[in-house]
């Protein structure tokens, strides 16, 4: 089978033509998800199509378009239900109509968290085991679980993948969603400037040198020495360490992916975050293996095959 497949990120949107597993051609745009999403349709329409012509596909050749999105998805009609600061007019595109329109094709459309850990699950580091929990983190953080060999979806759609919105700290910072004290409004890249600059110790930073702070940056300063970044490293890292132990204890899965931009700097993420778990997680069985991607920008990508296929059968199946 051949698809189109589109991973909306908040800083960047991965696009891709997939076939038989493989992606045979891709390429990066910026999000500019500041902005609307409608405004951002015809790059991505215009991207897709140049994709399709580099790989030497036709449009005929494709069953569907795949996209994954940062929202909970409406699994009843496959819409946007939320945007949590991400393309403020989300909620109010069709793009079941836009892909019918640009290219003729049905649209599968599924969470971003989700769409990763279907990538992961079915093609990379999650492949062969049937309980897996995928922890994303990035511009926002999230998640997504295989529960017994089953994608978890829940009743609304949202089971699963709201583990950047799990409380970490009761008294902690307002979150974009009204909660407070959420992983991702306490580290993520969203609010990393925000975070860096609180710290009094910030001003003597070499962190306060940096035009575009990032978490590589934290977390090499904070190699080199620099107090200020080893704090900001410890406080990132304890969030995300007990976000994980949430998610262990919610879905006891025997494998969890790290994944999303940060982990460039999985040399210092990872052995974090497992010491923090085998510390902290109540799992008297053993311990759960945690595993960096294996596919990276490419897990939503492919997982567009994966979708469109599911959503075929099933349309199939209503038929019957």
Known sequence: MTVLACDFGGRRIK???????HVVAHAVIPAQSHESL??????VANSLLELCDDAGIQLRECRGVGVSYPSIIDPADERILDQFGKFADGARVDLH?????????????????????????RYGAGRGCDNVVIVTLGTGLGAAAVIEGRLLRGRHGQAGILGGHLTVRYNGWPCVCGNIGCAETEASTSVL????????????SCLAAENDLTYETVFRCAGQGDECAQELAQQTLAVWGSMT????????????????????????????????????AHTPWGQVQIVASQLGDHAALLAAEWLVQERL????????
């Open 193 to 204: 400037v925000e975070r860096a600059t609180q710290l009094s110790c910030f001003k003597q």
């Open 15 to 21: 696009l891709g033509v997939v076939r038989a597993g």
């Open 97 to 121: 109509a836009w892909a019918q329109q640009e290219f003729g094709l049905r649209l599968a459309l599924e969470n971003d968290a989700r769409m990763a850990l279907i990538g992961e699950w």
């Open 245 to 280: 132990v949430n998610l262990i204890h919610a879905y006891d899965p025997e494998l969890v992916i790290l994944a999303g931009g940060v982990m460039g700097s999985q040399d210092r993420i990872l052995p974090a975050i497992q010491q923090w778990v085998a510390k902290h």
């Open 38 to 43: 409608a405004s951002r349709l015809p790059v």
């Open 313 to 320: 059968v099933n349309e199939e199946s209503t038929r019957e």
